[in-house]
């Protein structure tokens, strides 16, 4: 059993949320497609810290184009 980082589940959890398909996630972040569909709805399910992380990379990407555009 391979331990997925939590960087790499805020990633899947985040492109999932982007509206990318599972399979597309899977491969470019090289995991399993049933990974990302546990990790996702884990995420959903219980409110983790993966799902206040991939907001708060949201919220950062935002702020870095706000400031880039002064």
């Known amino acids: ?3 997925i980082s939590v960087e790499k589940r805020v ?5 999932a949320q982007e ?7 899977a ?3 090289n995991v399993s497609q049933s990974s990302v569909v ?4 884990k995420a959903e ?4 810290r993966i799902k206040r992380l991939s907001v708060g990379i949201a919220n950062s990407d935002e702020l870095w184009e706000v400031i ?3």
């Open 1 to 3: 059993m391979v331990c």
């Open 11 to 15: 990633r899947i959890y985040g492109l």
């Open 19 to 25: 509206g990318f398909p599972s399979r597309y996630i």
């Open 27 to 29: 491969k470019k972040e």
């Open 38 to 41: 546990r990790i996702c709805n």
């Open 45 to 48: 399910e219980t409110g983790t």
């Open 68 to 70: 880039q555009k002064v």
